[in-house]
């Protein structure tokens, strides 16, 4: 689009550059930011992920003892809710993980081994920690969508905007003084022709007293 070459698009053009040079470190500093939250957040994710597959390993082997084994059923334990609450991390709304409430399935207790209350409390302590990496990964996937918002308004000021606006100043700049020099050439033409028309106005007049003489 053709940038009007005038002082006041220059001064529009200026406010804008002031702007951009205004609001980039911050978006710089957020981009930042958002790039050492999601770092921490993956690594919580991996340590809570370590602790889930080691308790894990542990129940499989602690179970393994016993003999009736098969009393425990995959679907003895399962999730009822997720409890989550609302943070914020660089101006973005992540769910944080709360802890999680579980079902368990109905048994008898004359016929169920009475580990299997014990069993439970494992389980559950193994699946609360796969539900926690879980809402990790979805505050990583929400900030790292803020995060391709920011780099794109990073690049954008950097490699578009800023450098953009500096030449639309640039070039209004050399158009405005190549008129002002304009100006001044014409004025001084102006001024000599003028000055050049009275001579020879004095000059005219000088012969026509000399000749009435």
Known sequence: MAVKLTKNELKAQKESLKMYNRYLPTLQLKKQQLQTEIRAIESKARDV??????????????????????????????????????????????????????????YDLYSTPLWIDTASEKMESVLSLDLEAGVLDEQVRLLQAELRTTTQRVNLFEKIKIPETKENIRKISVYLGDQQVSAVVRGKISKNNLERSNKNVSGTDELQREDSV
């Open 49 to 106: 992920r370590s602790r889930r597959d080691k308790l894990h390993a542990e129940f499989e082997a602690w179970i393994a003892v016993f003999s009736e084994k098969e009393a425990f059923a995959p679907d003895t334990v399962t999730v009822r809710q997720i409890r989550t609450s609302t943070g914020n991390i660089a101006g973005v709304s992540i769910p944080v993980f709360d802890g999680a409430d579980f079902d368990r399935a109905a």
